[in-house]
């Protein structure tokens, strides 16, 4: 009689334990992948690292000699794969790894296409054993089951090939499709982060050097038996001390380490985006040779981390970014038609006052544009009137004193920046006199002390905006603990 090994049962205790834990690691992935980690950081961690110990026990009892080969070991090594695969994304996504995440990320995706691909195959390889069996139905009939090596697609020979063919097509098409449509739910959403540090919301020092010339003064006895050469009475030597009043500070907001902002990461970077709308010429003076110079000066005066390029985005992808995570500045400029739609007016208030968003506007050319903006803002903010900026104000005076408005030429009936102010902060910044043609390649023929001061204004604004989305973080921090 054929004596059958028999596995041992898997213990209770065990399998709760890993039922119980498979839940929580689902809610984490799902919070990542989907809510944008709305779960604090500290649960994302204690879940990974957690399935780190209990993959490694899934691991050694898997590979008991007991246990080889069987579904179970099977699934539970599948199970390991995957868990560590996260793990190992999300720690070097911790430590700013991005080359190594990348790659972490792609040939996991294929290693987990080859296990999924695996399962497929013993699936259909158990239905086609069920559906060879006789089902007493006429030989005559053609077989459409495809689990059914006579069914006519296959053909007269290579049956089981074709049928191989065929399962690995489906299984690819089904796989790309999930692969899509999860990137499609993940892409539609983007996060900001500005780059993490602290300092203080101070004006940058200038640095002084004086010059001290320091003359000589000669004492010469003329009875003395010592012979010598008597200098120039009026010979000076002059002592060049550079006295630097360099700043103690670093240029931020908030606790941290380097320059940069409390409520940033890692991997954050100041980034420079610019809307796109309907109107024509939203683009004017856009990317390299222009909004580029302008975020590259940002990140030479303030020693943040900067992005690589500058970016635009239509008005409706602003829905894009979630409370928390959206962009603290986004610039606009133009000088022709202005036209927004009911949903990006919609888009734009909320990105203002929900996210705690600033626009910063420049006109690039015309009183028709100024017109336009006006009547765009009454739609945007209708209870919130626009004001002139003093010079006094905060966004004119911090990191830099602009003791001017500086502008390339005047466009409209204004000369001073108008600001929506509200909460006490800016919820707009419009400046009348095309700032960011200044910002250009050439600065537009202007004088040096003139486009220096526009390159200094921006990153006032900038800095601003970033600076009070920092506080509304810390207020948000603060309520809910």
Known sequence: MKQTSKQPPIPIAALFLSSCFLLAWLVVIGD?????????????????????????????????????GSVLACAALSMVYIVWWQASIVLTDALVWDTLRVTLARWGTVGLFIIGLGWFVRWVERQTKRASQPTGAPASDPVWNPFNLDAWYYGRQGKKLNQSIGAFAVYSFVFMLVCLMLSQLNGCRETYEMPAGGGVQQQIVQTIKVQKVIRKKFVVNPYSAILFEVPNIDETVKLNLNEVTKHQYEIGYGQGEGAGFSGGTFRGKVRFIRLEYSGSDWDQDFGIGGDLNMLTEYGIRTKHKIAERTESRHVVQLKNFPIGKSPPVVYMTGQKNISFSNNEIKTMREYITDKHGMLFADNGGSRHWENQFFALMNRVLPDVRPVPIPLDDVIHRVPYQIPFLPFVAPHGSRKEAIGWYKDGRWLCYYHPGDIGDAWSDGHAGVKPEIWEACYQLGTNVIFYGHTEYNKWLDAQKKDKT
């Open 32 to 68: 990542r992948v989907f809510l944008i980690d709305r779960l604090p950081a500290v649960i994302h961690w204690t879940i990974h690292v957690v399935g780190l110990l209990i993959g490694l026990g899934w691991l050694l009892w898997a590979t008991r000699s007991s246990h080889q």
